[in-house]
């Protein structure tokens, strides 16, 4: 029998897992889609995708969206009609939210594991915060 090797997965690996788990649960909590209001199989959207690490974690960056909203629907959807989405979000959200995030956008971010332990342990104060 032959053993097969895995690879670990490193530290910075499990923190990014934790916060990816962390984030959209805390996104999900709000219990309904922002948009049309259905409760079952939400999802979390980002405004701004994954790659923007200067905002991939940040609650501010999350959308609560059922999955017709998130991905299906031709009318309305975050992926099939993105300018109606962001319209919509930007009119929802306001000015200010926009402004803010796109410059936290901007920002060039490389986290270390002291950066990324961080970010965890604030997204858990966040989800306990909720909890209450």
Not at 26 to 51: D, M, Q, V
Not at 103 to 112: P, R
């Amino acid at each position: 029998m032959v053993k097969r090797k895995y690879r670990r997965r490193t530290e910075g690996a499990k923190l990014r897992g934790k916060l990816n788990t962390l984030w959209s649960e805390i996104i999900r909590s709000k219990g309904k889609c922002e948009f049309c209001s259905e409760t079952k199989f939400l999802n979390a959207h980002h405004h701004y995708g994954k790659r923007a690490l200067s905002v991939r974690w940040d609650i501010d960056n999350g959308v609560c969206l059922c999955p017709r909203c998130h991905v299906y629907s031709s009318v309305f959807s975050a992926h099939q009609t993105p300018a109606t989405f962001v319209r919509w979000i930007n009119k929802k959200r306001g000015k200010n939210w926009e402004e803010r995030l796109r410059k936290k956008h901007a920002k060039v971010t490389k986290y270390s594991l002291a950066d990324l332990e961080a970010l965890v342990i604030r997204l858990e104060f966040i989800k306990k915060g909720e909890k209450k």
